[in-house]
């Protein structure tokens, strides 16, 4: 029986590389010095792993800003609009596809992102012309490969196989299909894997998630010519064939009979397949199987008693010597290590374990397997126990609460009237213009923002001056958002660390690490809560300073809330009881948030659901389950809303065709959607749909340091108004301001404004 993993996390255990990178897009430090950060980490991660003697372990899962990004390079697909930048330097080539690119000689959109499976981690779309070519142009994973056998060790190069990488993009022009190009691309392929093979690569791991989707015909039949293909080529390589996030589902007797290797099961996101694949007549007798016990996506440890069961199971009918012991997933979506955090309730901590935690339950499960001698039994009880703890403990269950989602009844879902009255309503209340702007709520967290919050939290600043700060700033940019002449206005935000962190902090149910980072795009981490308990609220969470802002103003000022789904699906959630039942005590807390806020004199409220499409589950026969009780949510925290009050959401990174009733059914009375990226091609869904509300399509990339011109700004504003009606086109960017500098935001805003009046007059002209 050999260990490995998918992939370990490449951000740093302090997260050197988030720095480093930002270091080199400002300019602070060369090429060089940002090279030497990866290769530390790099090193780092497998020496670790190495030591802790993991058999196999993977190179390639290092990646400066994303690894689908990673593979365009490999394979030379790279949008036309990059080429001039191609032959200067490969690293800043790769960053302008990822970020975009402006100065005085160049202007270039970024790569569009969008979500990883159903993660809060994010990748750049592979975009494919009808005529594209393809070559081995980044030698990143046979580089790495030869960094790691420096060091003596034999990795498992990763690399996201053909079907998937295919899959994963888009056409950028109509009268062909994207997997077309399977025939192109596979000979790339054949060229990576021979130069891997001449250096002695025996293991390769082809990641293929697509395989957790409802794949239809041609893309099965392109996955099984795919192997084929390779198996023909290189009869000789090892394929370890990673599925994960998902069971194979309909997928799996064509998996099974897949000239690999191995086969990669995800026995923590579908514990049952194991079964099939035991009972099943297409399970060839050589594939070895990859067991993915630890889970790759959740904190909690690992219940050592039901895998060792499982293996039980699978070594009655598999000899252990085709068997593998591995996590579900890539350990990207994990935190680095639990034994850095001092300040978690040790009751709590028992029960969680990071990356480092998780490697040494691979390797702990093995030793309770192969070991003889039995001397690995204590390992087995102080897990035995801890989960014992965990399912009896004082500290999870709250009765009121349960009680509280136990009574709740179909009106508490409901606003009191239909949207068309509501919006009468509003109309008079809130006085607004036609196209009406808004942003979407936070503002930059500079440096100084970022430090102050630091400094408060160490007690090196008094808690009256970090607030009279965060009250300087609010007072700024409302001064800020008035002179420019929006018309909903924001506070901004600067009291946050982050929109779920921020929220789950003042609520009872959650514990939080210091160090917990996760990847979510390129530089950018997250630092997930942990929600452990039945969750409440101790008191108002945001009214202070929305009120505060309020105070300022003629204007509106929106109250600014995560939703119940986003603050589910963005922290790490208790596996004990159905995810819907803990959305339902999120969504009620959030509801008694919402009637405060109107209370205090607040009439827009957002209640932003950026994951509740990420939220869906992969297979689509259990789509509108979870469709029903997400939307059922986040009603219940938005319905609470007086008529006259005017209910947003906000949505971004998200495909919205397949989900719009579902969309519509929030019943919000308006919803911001990033779509600039995509050229408003998000929009066809609400337009294809007529969806009833009222819209603002995002006019501008916020996660491009570039300034929208306005004639670019306009030209998607008349996009849009050629699809939906004027009257409910809201005028806004992508997605919240956070990331940016003020210079930046200043003149994009400025922009948009501009151009919401120009549309203003030009329509008062025509009526
Ligand atoms: C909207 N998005 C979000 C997602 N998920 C979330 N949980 N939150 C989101 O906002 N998913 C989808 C998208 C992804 N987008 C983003 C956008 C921006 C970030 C981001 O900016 N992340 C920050 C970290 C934010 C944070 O928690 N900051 C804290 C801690 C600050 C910190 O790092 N302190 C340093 C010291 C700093 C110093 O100056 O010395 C430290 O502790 O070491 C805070 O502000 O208090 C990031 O920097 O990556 C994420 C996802
Ligand atoms: N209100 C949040 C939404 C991000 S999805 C923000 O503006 O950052
Ligand atoms: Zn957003």
């Given at each position: 029986m050999k260990t490995t993993i998918l992939g370990h996390p490449r951000i740093g255990k302090n997260r050197e590389l988030k720095k480093a990178c930002e270091h080199y897009w400002s300019g602070k430090i060369n090429e060089a010095e940002l090279q030497n950060v990866a290769t530390k980490i790099k090193q780092e991660n497998w020496l670790n792993q190495q030591q802790l003697g993991i058999d196999s372990i993977p190179s390639n899962d290092f990646s400066f800003y994303d690894q689908v990004l990673d593979t365009c390079l490999t394979l030379g697909c790279i949008p036309s609009r990059f080429k001039s930048i191609e032959k200067n330097n490969l690293l800043n080539l790769y960053f302008a596809m990822a970020r975009g690119l402006q100065n005085e000689h160049i202007d270039v959109t970024a790569m569009e992102m969008t979500k990883w499976f159903d993660t809060n981690y994010h990748y750049i779309v592979p975009e494919f012309e009808k005529d594209q070519d393809f070559s081995f142009f980044s030698k990143k994973i046979v580089e790495e490969y030869k960094e790691a056998l420096g060091l003596s060790i034999k990795t498992k190069p990763v690399l996201i196989a053909p079907v998937t990488f295919l899959l994963l993009g888009k056409e950028k022009e109509t009268g062909f299909h994207r997997l077309d190009l399977l025939e192109k691309l596979l000979p790339i392929y054949f060229e990576i894997l021979e130069e891997l093979s001449n250096l002695g690569v025996e293991y390769i791991q082809f990641d293929e998630p697509c395989l957790a989707l409802d794949l239809n015909k041609n893309e099965q039949e392109a996955i099984q010519y795919t192997y084929k293909s390779i198996s023909e080529k290189f009869p000789n390589l090892k394929i370890y064939l990673a599925n994960y996030f998902d069971c194979y589902g309909n997928n799996l007797n064509i998996a099974l009979q897949l000239p690999v290797h191995t086969l990669h099961l995800d026995l923590v996101r579908c514990s049952l397949q194991i079964d099939d694949i035991l009972q099943?007549?297409?399970?060839?007798?050589e594939t070895h199987l990859s067991l993915g016990l630890v889970d790759g996506r959740n904190i909690w440890i690992n219940n050592y008693e039901n895998s060792l069961k499982t293996i039980e199971k699978v070594t009655a009918k598999i000899p252990k010597d085709k068997l593998w012991i591995s996590t579900s997933c890539s350990l990207l979506h994990v935190p680095y290590?639990?034994?850095?955090?001092?300040?978690?309730?040790p009751e709590i901590k028992q029960w969680l374990a990071f990356a480092q935690q998780k490697l040494e339950e691979v390797i702990a499960i093995k030793n309770l397997v192969s070991n003889e001698a039995n001397d690995y039994a204590y390992l087995f009880e102080e897990n035995k126990l801890a989960n014992i703890n965990k399912s009896k403990s004082k500290i999870i269950h709250n009765p009121e609460v349960k009680s509280r989602v136990a009574n709740l009844k179909p009106e508490d879902s409901e606003r009191n009237s239909p949207f068309a009255l509501r919006q009468e309503k509003q109309k008079s209340h809130l006085n607004l213009p036609l196209f009406p702007t808004t942003t979407i709520g936070s503002f930059p967290q500079t440096k100084e923002v970022r430090s102050w919050r630091l400094q408060h939290k160490k007690g090196l600043l008094p808690t009256e001056t970090y607030q009279k700060n965060i009250a300087e700033e609010i007072e700024a940019s409302i001064s800020f958002q008035e002179d420019i002449g929006l018309d909903v206005l924001v506070h901004g935000e600067f009291e946050r660390n982050d929109m779920v962190e921020y929220f789950g902090e003042r609520l009872n149910g959650f514990v939080f690490s210091n160090f917990g980072w996760v990847q979510s795009y390129g530089s950018r981490c997250v630092k997930p809560p942990i929600l452990f308990g039945d969750v409440s609220r101790?008191?108002?969470?945001?009214?202070k300073w929305s009120q505060y802002a309020q105070s300022l103003t003629q204007l509106p000022v929106k109250g600014m809330l995560t939703g119940p789904v986003t603050i589910l699906q963005w922290s790490f959630v208790r596996n004990d009881q159905p995810r819907a039942t803990t959305c339902n005590q999120i969504a009620l807390s959030i509801r008694d948030e919402v009637a405060d806020l109107e209370n205090s004199g607040i009439k827009v409220i957002q209640i932003d659901e950026p994951a509740i499409r990420e939220g869906l589950p992969l297979r689509k026969n259990e789509w509108q389950n979870y469709l029903n009780w997400a939307v059922n949510a986040f009603k219940i925290s938005a319905s609470v809303a007086k008529d006259e009050t005017q209910i947003h959401t906000h949505m971004c990174y998200s495909e919205f065709n397949d989900i719009i009733a579902d969309i519509a059914k929030m019943d919000a009375d308006v919803i911001t959607i990033e779509t600039s990226r995509s050229e408003m091609e998000l929009l066809d869904a609400f337009a294809n749909f007529k969806y009833p509300n009222e819209i603002g399509p995002g006019?501008?990339?916020?996660?491009?340091?570039r300034v929208p011109s306005i004639s670019e700004i306009e030209t998607l504003l008349q996009k849009a108004s050629q699809v939906l009606p004027k009257e409910h086109i809201w005028v806004n960017p992508d997605c919240g301001l956070k990331t940016r500098h003020w210079p930046e935001t200043k003149s994009a805003l400025k922009n948009l404004v501009l151009v919401a009046k120009k549309l203003r007059q030009e329509t008062l002209k025509l009526a």
């Open positions: 099943s007549e297409n399970y060839n007798s290590d639990l034994n850095l955090e001092q300040n978690i309730n101790k008191e108002p969470l945001t009214v006019v501008y990339d916020i996660h491009s340091p």
